[in-house]
Structures are given as structure tokens and as C-alpha cells.
């Protein structure tokens, strides 16, 4: 298997959701805000986003 740099389109879209996630966490856990539809799925977006970026990796063209 021949593994290929993924397109800058799905290495921008992993980066946000994974940097979304940890800071919407991050400021969840000081109590300064808590984001609803982020907090409670944190875990699967960034399971989400690492899959995303592995699809990227070893189809080539995604």
C-alpha cells in the first residue's frame, strides 16, 4: 500500500474540527463556556477527524 499526502481541503477540515474540539473541552473544563452540540461528542469528533485524515492518507485523491 502506497500512502499519499492527503489534499490541503481534508488536512484544513480535520485541523478545525480537532481544534474546535479540544478548545471548546478546554474552556468547558475552566467553566468559562460550555458549547452543547460539541462537549458532549467531543470523543467522536476528534475519532472523526483522525479517521478523516487516515481516509486522506491512503486513498489517493481524497
Not at 4 to 29: C, D, G, M, Y
Not at 36 to 56: E, Q, R, S
Request: hydrophobic residues 70%.
Amino acid at each position: 500500500m502506497r500512502l499519499s499526502a492527503p489534499t490541503k481541503v481534508i488536512f484544513l477540515i480535520t485541523l478545525v474540527i480537532a481544534v474546535v474540539t479540544v478548545v471548546a473541552v478546554l474552556l468547558s473544563a475552566l467553566g468559562i463556556i460550555t458549547i452543547p452540540l460539541v462537549v458532549p461528542y467531543a470523543f467522536w469528533l476528534v475519532t472523526a477527524a483522525y479517521v478523516l485524515l487516515a481516509l486522506g492518507v491512503t486513498l489517493k485523491g481524497l
